[in-house]
């Protein structure tokens, strides 16, 4: 099913309650109307059975008499159209609902909707095709949590075999109440790498406006456009075709280097990767310790970041301060580990 056929819970609420609101509209104006033209001679129960016997084509008999009056039978032929109109574009609904599955997709959406709002420091992907594949495998690969959104069903359905345990909306990441959805309120980063820069451009702008404090990464194929998206909230903005054409240059001159790095990403057993962790500030004045390095053998401390300042591979005396920041390599579950211990 496309994006465009998949409807929330919530839509299919609205669209039964305009009809249901609809369907007692005629049955008010019914009864209301057959109490008239029989001047008062029928009960409200007689008039509303009238009703509901003419609008759902039963027909057992007239409860009030028209035989005599030209606007009972013209109020009558009115009501019918109306009535059976409704009736029937109630059912045409329900079975399509049914048939189509498009019921059983809204509890799902609805459970979805529900869990994402659970979710806290998330990051969002917006936009599967191209980089925003790649992307979403290195967070999955990486144990982050992330909600995916994108506007084909279809795109999201393709990563649902493979990634079967991620988030997903169907929606238009544009639209305040798609990211709101998606969980922007509480989330950590986004990324907006659809394959427009129109789009990424207004994604950006709508989730700076949301959550100014959500840090927001865009894609942008036409360097023209960079600075308009930096302008527009991006805290950062990524060329493909510029890493690309490093890549390439990096490729010919340094070979051994983008070697060790693809192995480095390719290696399931190990997974390795050059992760950054924040100090909270109250390990400030404590040193580094020859047990921790122990205790995570598969990790391998690289530099610590002190705001603007870069010190490469420390000693173990180094005693961490405010505002620092461990760069190493390490693995996913070596990572999660040191976080929660510092925690």
Not at 50 to 56: D, N, S
């Amino acid at each position: 099913m496309s994006a465009k056929g998949l409807l929330s819970l919530s839509q299919i609420y609205r669209k039964f309650i305009w009809t249901g609101l609809a369907l007692m509209a005629v049955l008010l104006a019914g009864t209301i109307g057959y109490r008239i033209i029989s001047r008062g001679n029928s009960t409200l129960i007689d008039c509303l059975y009238m009703t509901l016997t003419t609008i759902t084509t039963i027909g057992f008999g007239e409860i009030v008499d028209l035989s005599d009056t030209a606007t009972g039978r013209i109020f009558t032929m009115f009501l019918a159209l109306c009535g059976i109109g409704i009736i029937t574009y109630t059912l045409s609904n329900l079975t399509a609902f049914i048939v189509e599955g498009s019921l059983n997709e809204a509890f799902l959406r609805r459970k979805m909707e529900k869990l994402i709002r659970k979710l806290s420091d998330h990051f969002i992907v917006c936009g599967i095709d191209g980089v925003g594949h790649y992307i979403i495998n290195e967070l999955y690969e990486t144990k982050r949590l992330h909600v995916i959104v994108d506007t084909s069903r279809q795109n999201i359905e393709k990563f649902l075999h493979d990634y079967h345990e991620d988030f997903f909306i169907v929606g238009d990441a544009t639209d305040n109440d798609t990211l709101l959805e998606a969980g922007i309120m509480n989330a950590s980063g986004l990324f907006a790498v659809t394959g427009d820069d129109n789009n990424n451009l207004v994604i950006s702008i709508t989730a700076k406006q949301l959550n100014p404090s959500v840090k927001v990464i865009a894609c942008c194929y036409d360097l023209k456009n960079m600075d308009k998206i930096k302008k527009a909230g991006a805290d950062a903005v990524i060329s493909p075709t510029f890493i690309g054409g490093l890549r390439m240059a990096s490729e010919m001159i340094r070979p051994a280097v983008v070697s060790f790095l693809d192995i480095m990403l390719r290696d399931k057993k190990k997974n390795l990767r050059i992760e950054e962790i924040a100090v909270p500030d109250s390990y400030s004045g404590q040193p580094l310790s020859v047990k921790k390095k122990k205790k995570y053998p598969d990790t391998l401390l690289l530099a610590v970041k002190i705001k603007n300042e870069w010190i490469f591979n420390p000693s173990r005396q180094h005693v961490f301060t405010p505002g620092t920041t461990l760069i190493m390599m390490t693995t996913p579950e070596d990572r999660e580990a040191i976080e929660r211990q510092l925690r």
